[in-house]
């Protein structure tokens, strides 16, 4: 418990994410502050989550839970943590997760230009189709103009007397509109006359009283009077002269629409002759319509299948690169395999890593369930997996297999399971090109497999892992590593690793084995006991009781009250934990201090 509160003081978000993954226990129900000083007079308290500081917090049963198949990427990440203290893997690592990281951008960038390619090549060929096909609209282009040359034919009509007819029909309609013109112009020029004649003095009038109210000075002053009188005249006079020249524009009238009917008249008398020998004029029009609207839609078709073919030759460079892209991320991955097999980043102590490039199911599974799930899987996804339904992944040949999947739901491969409703291609060709890839590390141990070693064995080697992140220099805290160990396997191999370990990095650790606290050269021992657990161990005051010192410190005074205060650290040491006398024995041959 004091462990526990020490790390959830420093770094909750750490114990928390450790203990869910161990399923270890949580002290809780304890309205307490808690509080860690540093050596540089820092202080962290259980109160204040906001202020943290780095720490490793290590559970119990948490390294037996890296070994098991949930724990398999908690291991991942603690291998390639290791991994990552060698700057020349951690630059690789580096590159290679901006080459994953542009090359998945650089695949879905291309399924979205594909299916913008897809949706114009779909939306033209509905213009397309609403327009005709093109071979039933040069046939009736055919017809049309077949059915102009007969009417020709039959109403003599040469194409010069054609030119003609069009010309004389175009001139008439424009002597028509200007006879219409002129008139209207003169019915408008006599209305504004007889207006201007008979109201005109009235709005003179009016116009000068209102020039009146405007004018700051006596009204009967001989200069008002004057200058008004003169404007009335001016505008009379004005309006008058206007009258005037509307009455000489209107006496021109007449003569122009009698040149106008005269011009009319020898047009029509030109024209006659022209629409007497053409009865079929109109039918020929509507005919000439009909052909230049068929042969209209004939270029739009014709335009439409030039860029159905260049849509389509883009679509195919595209899906080019799609499985080119593909491809090289698969690559990508197995240049991590290669790199992590070189010497300099293996371990000592005859731990050896290795890696190899595994496949998501779980990643792979958001593919197939775009699909419904009463289909064969195999006729889904073909030889990616077997008859039970377990994925088969092959580095070598997954790109492959992939792209032979795009082409059965690209051509709507008959035998495929029908796509869950709402749910597009482009989104299952996204899910089919996902990066369902990550790097499996394998850890050995004098070339046995973690996976089939020892309890004991696999707990010594991934405790080891866990102290070999030397270049961090943050405390770690663990709670009870001796699990599954034996004290042969403590004292011969784990407590020199933990002795080197210790030299750059604080280590603190629960234990119930004497090995690890005297072989182990502990600088200082904390003693704990909870009152009431056992007879004649009671403490002086509280439930949970402290001691601490030196191995060194060793004395023995019965009159003292709490059990934590008859003994040193010493007598604790050897009363509590297992093997504690032949652990003190053992350190006192080996540094001669008997």
């Known amino acids: 418990m004091l462990l526990y509160h020490i790390a959830k003081a420093i770094?909750?978000?750490?114990?928390?994410?450790?203990?869910?993954?161990?399923?270890?226990?949580?002290?809780?129900?304890?309205?307490?502050?808690?509080?860690?000083?540093?050596?540089?007079?820092?202080?962290?308290?259980?109160?204040?989550?906001?202020?943290?500081?780095?720490?490793?917090?290590?559970?119990?049963?948490?390294?037996?839970?890296?070994?098991?198949?949930?724990?398999?990427?908690?291991?991942?990440?603690?291998?390639?943590?290791?991994?990552?203290?060698?700057d020349d893997f951690k630059s690789f690592t580096k590159n290679q997760e901006q080459k994953i990281s542009d090359t998945h951008e650089k695949i879905n960038g291309t399924i979205s230009r594909i299916y913008r390619l897809?949706?114009?090549?779909?939306?033209?060929?509905?213009?397309?189709?609403?327009?005709?096909?093109?071979?039933?609209?040069?046939?009736?282009?055919?017809?049309?103009?077949?059915?102009?040359?007969?009417?020709?034919?039959?109403?003599?009509?040469?194409?010069?007397?054609?030119?003609?007819?069009?010309?004389?029909?175009?001139?008439?309609?424009?002597?028509?509109?200007?006879?219409?013109?002129?008139?209207?112009?003169?019915?408008?020029?006599?209305?504004?006359?007889?207006?201007?004649?008979?109201?005109?003095?009235?709005?003179?009038?009016?116009?000068?009283?209102t020039v009146k109210l405007d004018i700051d000075a006596p009204k009967h002053a001989r200069i008002v009077t004057n200058s008004l009188a003169e404007l009335q005249a001016g505008l009379k006079l004005e309006i008058e002269s206007y009258v005037s020249k509307i009455a000489l524009r209107h006496q021109k009238t007449p003569s122009t629409l009698a040149r106008l009917d005269s011009r009319l008249k020898s047009t029509e008398q030109a024209i006659t002759p022209l629409l007497e020998k053409i009865k079929e004029q109109k039918a020929l029009e509507v005919i000439r319509e009909k052909l230049k609207s068929e042969e209209a839609k004939l270029k739009r078709i014709t335009e439409i299948e030039h860029r159905l073919l260049s849509i389509a030759t883009d679509g195919k460079a595209l899906r080019e690169d799609l499985y080119q892209s593909f491809g090289e991320l698969v690559i990508t991955y197995t240049e991590y395999v290669k790199e992590i097999s070189r010497p300099e980043y293996q371990?000592?102590?005859?731990?050896?890593?290795?890696?190899?490039?595994?496949?998501?199911?779980?990643?792979?599974?958001?593919?197939?369930?775009?699909?419904?799930?009463?289909?064969?899987?195999t006729n889904l996804v073909g030889d990616l997996a077997d008859s039970e339904g377990n994925y088969i992944f092959c580095p070598e040949t997954h790109a492959q297999k992939i792209?032979?999947?795009?082409?059965?739901?690209?051509?709507?491969?008959?035998?495929?399971?029908?796509?869950?409703?709402?749910?597009?291609?482009?989104?299952?060709?996204?899910?089919l090109y996902s990066d369902c890839?990550?790097?499996?590390?394998?850890?050995?141990?004098?070339?046995?497999?973690?996976?089939?070693?020892?309890?004991?064995?696999?707990?010594?080697?991934?405790?080891?892992?866990?102290?070999?992140?030397?270049?961090?220099?943050?405390?770690?805290?663990?709670?009870?590593?001796?699990?599954?160990?034996?004290?042969?396997?403590?004292?011969?191999?784990?407590?020199?690793?933990?002795?080197?370990?210790?030299?750059?990095?604080?280590?603190?650790?629960?234990?119930?084995?004497a090995n690890l606290v005297v072989a182990a050269d502990a600088e200082c021992v904390i003693v704990a006991n909870q009152d009431g657990q056992q007879r004649c161990f009671e403490n002086e005051k509280f439930k949970f009781e402290y001691c601490s010192g030196s191995l060194e410190n060793s004395f023995e005074d019965s009159n003292k009250i709490g059990i934590l205060k008859k003994q040193g650290i010493r007598q604790h040491v050897c009363q509590i934990l297992e093997g504690g006398i032949l652990a003190f024995k053992e350190r006192e041959l080996k540094y001669g201090l008997k």
């Open 11 to 86: 770094n909750p978000a750490e114990v928390d994410e450790k203990v869910r993954l161990a399923k270890a226990s949580e002290y809780k129900g304890f309205d307490i502050d808690f509080e860690v000083v540093w050596s540089n007079g820092d202080l962290s308290k259980l109160s204040d989550v906001i202020s943290t500081k780095p720490i490793t917090y290590i559970p119990q049963l948490y390294i037996n839970h890296l070994a098991e198949e949930d724990g398999k990427s908690q291991l991942n990440e603690l291998v390639k943590s290791i991994l990552m203290q060698n």
């Open 118 to 209: 897809k949706e114009s090549y779909k939306s033209l060929a509905k213009d397309s189709s609403e327009i005709g096909t093109k071979s039933a609209i040069e046939e009736e282009i055919k017809r049309l103009q077949a059915a102009i040359l007969a009417l020709r034919e039959k109403a003599g009509f040469s194409e010069q007397e054609e030119r003609a007819f069009n010309h004389l029909n175009s001139r008439k309609g424009s002597l028509e509109k200007r006879h219409k013109t002129v008139s209207d112009a003169a019915i408008f020029l006599k209305q504004l006359s007889d207006s201007l004649t008979l109201k005109g003095d009235y709005l003179v009038d009016e116009l000068t009283e």
């Open 347 to 377: 371990l000592e102590e005859a731990i050896n890593i290795s890696a190899n490039v595994a496949f998501s199911s779980s990643k792979f599974d958001q593919f197939v369930k775009s699909f419904d799930g009463r289909g064969n899987l």
């Open 403 to 431: 792209f032979y999947i795009d082409e059965k739901i690209r051509r709507k491969d008959e035998k495929l399971p029908s796509a869950k409703k709402g749910t597009t291609e482009e989104d299952i060709i996204r899910k």
């Open 437 to 513: 890839f990550y790097i499996n590390y394998s850890v050995s141990y004098k070339e046995d497999q973690i996976e089939t070693m020892s309890p004991g064995k696999r707990g010594l080697v991934l405790l080891n892992l866990i102290l070999h992140l030397s270049n961090a220099s943050h405390p770690i805290l663990i709670d009870q590593p001796e699990d599954n160990l034996d004290n042969r396997t403590i004292y011969d191999q784990l407590n020199d690793f933990i002795r080197d370990r210790k030299k750059k990095r604080q280590i603190i650790m629960v234990t119930h084995n």
